[in-house]
C-alpha cells in the first residue's frame, strides 16, 4: 500500500521559513516523478513544484526564486524549503508521485504565512 506523509507545515510571519517533508513507503521511490501541490480556499489545486528521479526541476512562476524542491532517494523523501513567505502561499500543500501513470497523493499539510 502507497503512502504518502506530508509534515511540517505550520503558522509562519510572511517573511520567513518553512520545510516541508514528504516521507514515502510501500512504494519504490528512485524512479519516480515527485511533486507539491497546493489548495488554496474556493482554488483550485496547483502545481508549485516538481522533481525528476534524476534530480531535474520545475517551478510554478510564484515559487520561483523563494521555494527549492529536493528529494533523498535513500530516505524516500521529498522536500519543500519555503523562503520569503507570503500571505498568498498560505494554502494546503500535498505532496505527489506519479508512479506507473498513476497519481498518488498525501493527505496534505496546512501553510499559514501571516501578514
Known amino acids: 500500500q502507497v503512502q504518502l506523509v506530508e509534515s511540517g507545515g505550520g503558522l509562519v510571519q510572511a517573511g520567513g521559513s518553512l520545510r516541508l517533508s514528504c516521507a514515502v513507503s510501500?512504494?519504490?521511490?528512485?524512479?519516480?516523478?515527485m511533486g507539491w501541490y497546493r489548495q488554496a480556499p474556493g482554488k483550485q489545486r496547483e502545481l508549485v513544484a516538481a522533481?525528476?528521479?534524476?534530480?531535474?526541476?520545475t517551478y510554478a512562476d510564484s515559487a520561483k526564486g523563494r521555494f527549492t524542491i529536493s528529494r533523498d532517494n535513500a530516505k524516500k523523501a521529498v522536500y519543500l524549503q519555503m523562503d520569503r513567505s507570503k500571505p498568498e502561499d498560505t494554502a494546503v500543500y500535498y505532496c505527489?508521485?506519479?508512479?506507473?501513470?498513476?497519481?498518488?497523493w498525501g493527505q496534505g499539510t496546512q501553510v499559514t504565512v501571516s501578514s
Open positions: 505527489s508521485m506519479v508512479r506507473y501513470g498513476f497519481q498518488y
Open positions: 510501500g512504494s519504490s521511490f528512485s524512479f519516480e516523478l
Open positions: 522533481i525528476t528521479s534524476d534530480g531535474a526541476t
